[in-house]
């Protein structure tokens, strides 16, 4: 009887001293920031942001990896995507199974501990969970304002908000950033990739960043979350590497967009004004096969038949190239979901109208006015880059240039031929 009253005594010791019975209770979960690296593919070379939760006992049976940044890819991915149709959702899997994709690309990965109260902690795993089921897991994705950063970053906020705390996000820029200058550090080493975003972004990348903008970019997100306070206190630990970084964006050669176009310039004008003095059907000069008087026959493409007549097949690249940027720029700018595509000011050299420009021969009354309005267009855009608010993309100028020079050569092509090559 001692021996078993003993034992009551010290079950109830125990007992009493149990989380469940403490004012402060023990976390059961913690949880952290995962930033990753940029890798090889468009698609990768912003980096990545997602949750880590692992149980905290010493089987860690619990230890996943929550993840905003997960598509579903189906045979009409891009056109959604195209439309700003596409949705994301929230996946988890496993931490090993996570970070074996980035060891496989040498993709690093940082961690910072967030230090969250256990309720909050509780919280944040509900919500996470009830995010997780089938109709919640779908979100509209935004490159800009909704991503795999941002979601992180509000999901956070709402946990501290709805537990009476708040994030204090302390970190300021040296300068005002605006969300073309935040992204082109990544794209400096991609730079087709760079030009062909340059064309379809319009104004609305280039106003400035306010303080909650900076997030939607993962090493941003890190630094911001570096700097962040609740409290007073720092709400996340220093960052941690947990897997070095061994894949590095490679520089550029020398085929990029600003020498390629420029290249093709003075290709075109040597070729246009060689041509243009020799008054000899050239072998690099358009013909059209059609015999219909609204198209032109070979015999009234001749070279030295009308001015309207000397466009020749690098001209004609240049008019149809153009043409198809611009029926993409109004394609995105009114009939897609897309909000930084709107409002673009690369419509002024790159016309639609190019498309069936760079297909006409033989003389028409409408041409000397359409080259004329045009070129007033391109002159416009030359001092836009000035004056616009949209920083236009430093190729453009080649482009436009050369866009320039098939007008002159249709308004005034004696100009041209008075010049010595």
Known sequence: MKKIFLFMIVAGMIYDRSPAQTSSPIPTFSFSILTCSPGPDLYSVFGHTAIRCKELTGAAIFDEVYNYGTFEFSDDFYIKFAKGKLDYMLSRSGFDEFMYEYQMTGRGVWEQQLNLSPTQSEELLKLLEDNLKPE??????????????????????????????????????????????????????????????????????????????????????????????????????QPNEILAQKFHLAKPNFWKPTNVFFLFLVLQVTLGIVLLKRKTPPALQAISPSSSRSVGTAENCHIGKSPYRQLIIPDRILLFISGLVGALIIFLWFFTDHTTTQANWNILWANPLNLGFAFVCGKRKWQRWYAGVFMISLFIMFFGFFLFTQRLHFATIPIALGLLFVCIKIIRPKALTNLSI
Not at 151 to 165: L, M, P
């Open 136 to 237: 919640n897991r779908y979100y509209r994705y935004d490159f800009f304002y909704d991503n795999c950063s941002t979601r992180v970053r509000d999901i956070i906020q709402d946990v501290c908000a709805n537990n009476g705390d708040s994030i204090n996000f302390s970190y300021v820029p040296p300068h005002p950033v605006t969300f073309r200058d935040a992204i082109q550090n990544n794209l400096n080493y991609m730079p087709w990739s760079d030009f062909g975003i340059d064309l379809a972004l319009g104004t609305g990348c280039d106003k400035t960043m306010e303080k909650r903008d900076y997030s939607f970019l993962p090493d941003s997100l890190l630094q911001e979350f570096d700097y962040a306070l609740r409290g007073g206190n720092k709400i996340t630990s």
